[in-house]
């Protein structure tokens, strides 16, 4: 329900400014790019959460609002906070039916503006791959949660090396830039998207990186012939 203006450094502004020019297109790229199983792939992140009664929720990252607005009609008087750096997506979410019911926020994930033990889930969707330190980044999220919460992420994932890799990886590289000119008509933002996908780490090293963050119970599971992947992951009970 507000925004605040908040500092970020010179890759942040390339991300931010990036999202703000594709941000009333987002929603109909990623369908696009999912080959529709997007509204699924949201569901299974909330799922994962193992939301409680009334619980507070943060989805950092938000977008368009996607997991915030699932979380919320997941959960009757849950209180879900949606965090982003794009100005222009969260003036798509709170456009949203639903949106009026949460708080819309301008922030940096790496420097989250919340106290300790604030939340009790945090989830995110294509965060990892958009920021410069992914340790810090997961270190803010378990300082937020509180103990025994959950957090998930949904991250693409390079394709494994099978029959499917020349396929998959000639679609994310040559076929998702030119659907997002046609679409979107900013086929660089996706060029960047499409970029970092492919050069970004294995869905096992980003189980690796949860763990060192701190989180227990911490696993995957993978979409799409392995390009796209769930995480989760729990902070310990103190």
Request: glycine share 8%; hydrophobic share 40%; aromatic share 10%.
């Amino acid at each position: 329900m507000n925004t605040h203006t908040v500092a970020v450094d010179a890759h942040g502004a390339t991300v931010a400014d990036m999202f703000d020019r594709i941000a009333d297109r987002y929603d109909l790229m990623n369908l696009v790019m999912t080959l529709g199983q997007e509204p699924r792939f949201i569901r299974d992140t909330v799922n994962a959460a193992q939301l409680g009664q009334a619980p507070k929720v943060l989805d950092i990252a938000t977008g368009t609002g996607d997991l915030a607005l699932e979380a919320a009609n997941q959960r009757y008087g849950a209180e879900v906070y949606g965090l982003d750096i794009s100005n222009e997506m969260l003036e798509v979410a709170r456009s949203r039916p639903g949106g009026e019911n949460i708080v819309w926020q301008t922030g940096d994930a790496m420097e989250l503006p919340y106290d300790d033990d604030t939340f009790d889930a945090v989830t995110h969707g294509y965060l990892l791959r958009n920021v410069t330190d992914i340790a810090k980044t997961l270190q803010e999220q378990y300082r937020v949660l509180k103990p025994g919460g959950w957090m998930t992420s949904l991250e693409m994932s390079p394709a494994p090396r099978n029959v499917v890799k020349p396929f998959s990886t000639a679609y994310i590289k040559y076929v998702v830039p030119r659907l997002a000119n046609a679409i979107t008509q900013n086929p660089d933002a996706y060029e960047y998207l499409s970029r970092t996908s492919r050069g970004f780490h294995t869905a096992d090293r980003i189980e690796h990186m949860i763990g060192e963050a701190g989180f227990v119970t911490s696993g995957y599971k993978t979409y799409m012939f392995g390009t796209m992947a769930l995480h989760w992951g729990q902070k310990p009970v103190a």
